[in-house]
């Protein structure tokens, strides 16, 4: 079976389970877990920042930053297309009780004219804007960066008036690769970011919120209230130190077979996909309408897994499991499936 489902479903290689057995562990509640104290201040260090926090999930750390960074009744402005939007269970209202605020362009991207438009004018009626949300890169897109360019003038915008700015960053790593940019540069507009280390590294859970130190001391009671207060979580936290030590690089490689995967179907019948669109391991792809779901599972039975991202989308995603050999053998059979429902 070649699972292109997400860049979720590896398993650790026996280099990082030997990592997890070896690990020197503590009571993380009392701040006593050596290896998630070095986890934190390394993710910390990649991304510019004074500290950071330990999560279970990436949907934990973005919420996290929300209730950190915002007060029952305010306003967050995101991306129509972003996680905290689509994907995390409505838990910024239930846990926050702010409201979310979405825009977007055509492209997907957010731009400083809508984020403008968006913020309230304070007026005591009006839910007041407290947060701007980016996602990068922006999965339900197909995996895109979000231009630098885009991100300066919004972070103008911001600082015009007085606004946080907290970057969901779970796949930023991916950008970082395929941009040659330091992780440290794309974070540097935020106050909090928040990277996902199960996502294209392979270490089995867990994600690092990073910001300033009382942003992180805000987020670490909110952590415990929540229910995420760990113990001897440093068995985690070495797979995810392992992770960023050994596949942060090889990242290039699923890229690579990312745009192997969508030439490989962008001429077949009933296939709609521009190549130049795939900008790291995520390949979105438009299939014959209201189609998606029994290709899916037509795909299934022919050895391929993917997901629908719509009535007539599909999403493949490349990963550290899946070799050259595997997405050319994907490319084919996709192509053969797709063009006999065309």
Known sequence: MIDLRSDTVTRPSAAMLQAMTAAEVGDDVFGEDPTVRKLEETVAGLLGKEAALFVPTGTMGNQLAVRAHTNPGDEVIVGRSCHVFNYESGAASALSGVQLH????????????????????????????????????????????????????????????????????????NAAVASDTPPQTLAAPFASVNVCLSKGLGAPLGSVLAGSRSFIQRAHRFRKMYGGGMRQVGVVAAAGLFALEHNIDRLDDDHANARLLAEGICESRGVAIDPDTVDTNIVMFGVPKNKALELVAALDAEGVRVVPFGPSTIRATTHLDVNQHEVERAAEVISKTVAAFA
Do not use: Q
């Open 102 to 173: 979405p825009v977007e362009r055509p492209d997907g991207f957010m731009d400083a004219d809508l984020v403008r438009d968006a913020i309230r004018h304070g007026y005591y009626w009006e839910t007041p804007t407290r947060l701007i949300c980016l996602e990068n890169t922006v999965n339900k897109t197909g995996g895109r960066i979000v231009p630098p360019e885009l991100t300066s003038a919004i972070k103008l915008v911001a600082d015009e008036h007085g606004l946080a700015m907290h970057l969901d960053g779970a796949r930023l790593w």
